[in-house]
């Protein structure tokens, strides 16, 4: 990933619609609507959990050209799930591409499924790599998760130039995730044209 990439915790948010998907556009729909726009999503854990097969099929049809998923992992992966992460991971290829852990647990692998992890606590970390932001730390594989993005647009600069300021020498970009709950999808697509009036 060579740019800063928005995107944000799912694609399948009923309260869109007319905002952001048209409203007569079928569900089926909505990731390929969503992947026109944007180039990266973290899947909630609940739903990435309840992929079968086809549906793996239909998401990869619906993407085309470069595309990120990253998987959300809410505290511990117990076997069970790690093992249906695998067959998701397996499955996608090189379109799976992180695995991101909320915990604030003070020791969590650095590889799931063989997958980069990056760590989302309020007082832990892993690695090198850090951001801090809203009292959250992003760890690990570089990663950012914004929980609550302003609604200043004067603001939202400032967030972008600091997540791209503590990447690493030789990483040119990395995903900038911006929690969908409450969301106005307005908010996100200013947040993606200010990324690039920035040059990122």
């Known amino acids: 990933m060579d740019n800063l990439q928005v995107g944000t915790l799912g694609w399948n948010h009923a309260n869109w619609v007319g905002g952001f998907y048209p409203d007569d556009m079928p569900e089926d729909w909505w990731l390929d609507y969503y992947a026109n726009l944007y180039r990266v999503v973290l899947v909630p854990q609940q739903e990435w959990l309840r992929w079968d097969r086809e549906e793996l099929e239909e998401i ?26 695998s067959v998701i991971v397996d499955e996608l290829a090189e379109l799976a591409v992180g695995a991101v852990v909320f915990a604030d647990a003070s020791h969590i692998d ?17 690695g090198e790599w850090q951001w801090q932001t809203e009292g959250i730390i992003c760890s690990g594989n570089p990663f950012g998760w914004i929980n609550d993005l302003t609604t200043d647009p004067k603001q939202q600069p400032d967030v ?26 307005q908010q996100l697509q200013n947040l993606k044209t200010v990324a690039e009036l920035l040059g990122y």
């Open 60 to 85: 990869e049809d619906a993407v085309e050209g470069e595309f990120s998923f990253y998987f959300q992992i809410v505290g511990s992966i117990d076997n069970e799930s790690e093992r249906k992460l």
């Open 110 to 126: 650095h590889t799931i499924c063989g997958l980069p992890v990056t760590q989302i606590s309020k007082s832990e970390s892993i």
């Open 160 to 185: 972008v130039r600091s997540f791209m300021q503590s990447l690493p020498n030789g990483v040119m970009g990395a995903p900038l995730i911006v929690n969908s709950q409450n969301l106005n999808i």
